[in-house]
């Protein structure tokens, strides 16, 4: 019943964001297509004005990839962790240097660019115009070593704690991981997989749950090592539902596939001559794990847009002026305080959908015949 | 960078980082912990059946205490009804032998008594007999002096005798 609640709870914020992420995502491109024009006209006009804030470009390159991590910009002076840049390409080989011999993007280093602005914006173009293979330790690769090494560090310090006296009761870090692991156990994996099989899942799908749990909440930290956007990255979701992909494939039973290629209780018409059903079924397969790559990442980067929307509001008004600003600021710290918790239950939300959603497809994939 | 459109870097080190992740915690997180985990909950198991299976035998005990309790209290019940049935039976015996030998005891000084009585009439009868021979000796002594006052009393005791 809880869980059930839960879901609904979850599906309802889901929604939720994603309207707010449509909502949004049309604005900003409204915006950058109007924008180039207005601000070249601005420049003309005044030469030397104030640069236009442009909230959309501002939110986007927050919750977007980069090739430097971005802290905080005083007047023009960026202030930037560089990152190391990994290229390979066939014409010219592999390619190690710090992203910080780009200088923003306002030179060229081994006959690569750093693009600022357009279609290619934020990739690394070489002279030729084509796009090597860029193995970069972006700002999300970062983020993800940080998160890897966080999570490792919790769990072999958990699981020494364990291996010393398994009879204890659990005490400090391992009493915070135990209820967790528990109510994983118990209240998910066991009631979707089973009691039969549900213990050979249990790893990958405690992995999965606290990478991307650990992640969101990483996410939701706005200093360095923290704040970026990894579990709302497309890329990264899309591997994480690969790999859930692979594990329902890989051992799904003939019970499995019968179901997808002739599905039992379905009217014959359905199948022969047209395999409507069948080909439902098996565009199923791929879209299952589909919507949980899309799930995660329009929860997570919605979250993340407004919240930097909310900051955006104050810079939007402190254009108009000042005093305004401060209103503002005040109305939009508050939204800003009162989304971060939402974004903390969306945060175990999400991370407990993707698990849950996971393991029931698991289930499907290994359940017996029965009648 | 469009958001949509996946990246192939990005997508490389996510696979090796989340696949190196899940490996290393498979073997050395996960394992001790879900062991660990399932070890506590049996000996907690364990224990809970344990402590049922103690009480049980508890209460088993308490019960056969009981009947062995009962059986003491009937077994000495029993005990003092024989003891008392041994006593008044003892009581008995005793009285009834003592009856018996008094009895016999008085029998037998009454036998005696009468055989001494018959012994003392029997010695009596005899010195009388003895005094009155002797008597009687001296008496015909002095009678039979004379020859017919001899053959009168012969006549005299025949007579007597009603021999004739």
């Known amino acids: 019943m809880q869980v059930l609640r839960c879901f609904l709870g979850g599906l309802l914020l889901m929604g939720l964001s994603l309207h707010s992420l449509g909502a949004i995502e049309t604005q900003p491109a409204h915006e950058n297509a109007a924008l180039p024009g207005e601000k070249e006209s601005a420049e003309n006009h005044e030469g030397t004005a104030k640069e236009k804030f442009e909230p959309g470009t501002f939110i986007f390159d927050h919750i977007g990839n980069a090739h430097e991590w971005h802290i905080i910009t005083i007047g023009q002076t960026h202030v930037t962790i560089p990152l190391p840049v990994i290229l390979y390409s066939k014409s010219k080989g592999l390619d190690i240097f710090m992203s910080g011999k780009f200088h923003h993007g306002h030179e060229t280093y081994k006959g690569y660019t750093l693009e600022t602005e357009g279609e290619k914006k934020g990739k690394i173009v070489a002279e030729d115009g084509s796009l090597p293979l860029d193995l970069s330790i972006t700002k999300n690769v970062a983020a993800l070593f940080f998160g890897i090494f966080l999570i490792l560090w919790i769990f072999l310090t958990v699981a020494k704690a364990y291996k010393r006296n398994p009879l204890k009761p659990p005490s400090g870090l391992q009493a915070f991981i135990e209820p967790v692991i528990f109510f994983m156990r118990d209240e998910v994996i066991k009631p979707s997989i089973g009691e039969k099989h549900y213990e050979k899942y249990m790893p990958y799908l405690l992995t999965l749950f606290f990478f991307i749990f650990i992640n969101n909440l990483l996410g939701l930290i706005p200093i360095p090592p923290g704040g970026a956007n990894l579990t709302g990255n497309i890329s990264v979701t899309f591997v994480l539902a690969l790999f859930t992909f692979i594990i329902t494939t890989v051992n799904g039973t003939r019970n499995y596939w019968k179901h997808i290629f002739n599905t039992p209780g379905v009217p014959l018409w359905l199948k022969i001559p047209i395999p409507l059903m069948p080909l439902v079924e098996f565009l199923g397969v791929f879209t299952k794990p589909f919507v949980l790559m899309i799930r995660l990442f329009a929860n997570i980067t919605g979250g993340h847009i407004i919240i930097m929307g909310f900051v955006c509001l104050i810079y939007v008004f402190s254009e108009m002026s000042a005093g305004l600003a401060y209103g503002v600021s005040i109305v939009s710290i508050s939204f800003n305080i009162f989304m971060t918790f939402i974004e903390l239950l969306v945060a175990f939300l999400q991370a407990f959908i993707f698990t849950f959603l996971s393991s029931l497809y698991f289930g499907m994939a290994i359940e017996e015949e029965h009648h | ?74 077994e000495r019940e029993k005990i003092i009804k024989e003891a008392r049935e041994l006593k008044e039976s003892m009581i008995m015996d005793a009285k009834n032998l003592a009856k018996i030998e008094s009895k016999k005891m008085v029998d037998e000084a009454r036998e005696s008594i009468k055989n001494e009585k018959t012994a003392a009439i029997n010695d009596l009868k005899k010195q009388v007999a003895e005094l009155s021979v002797s008597i009687a000796e001296k008496v015909l002594a002095s009678e039979l002096a004379d020859g017919d006052k001899h053959k009168e009393l012969i006549d005299r005791t025949l007579h007597d005798i009603r021999f004739m």
Do not use: C, Y
Not at chain 2, 14 to 35: C, E, R, S
């Open chain 2, 1 to 74: 960078m469009g958001l949509l459109t996946p990246d192939t870097g990005t997508i490389i080190w996510t696979f090796i980082g989340f696949l190196a992740v899940f490996l290393i915690l498979k073997k050395f997180a996960w394992k001790p912990i879900l062991h660990a985990i399932k070890e506590r909950d049996d000996s907690i198991a364990n224990a809970l059946k344990a402590a049922d299976k103690a009480k049980q035998e508890v209460s088993r005990l308490e019960a056969s205490n009981e009947k062995i309790l009962m059986e003491a209290r009937l």
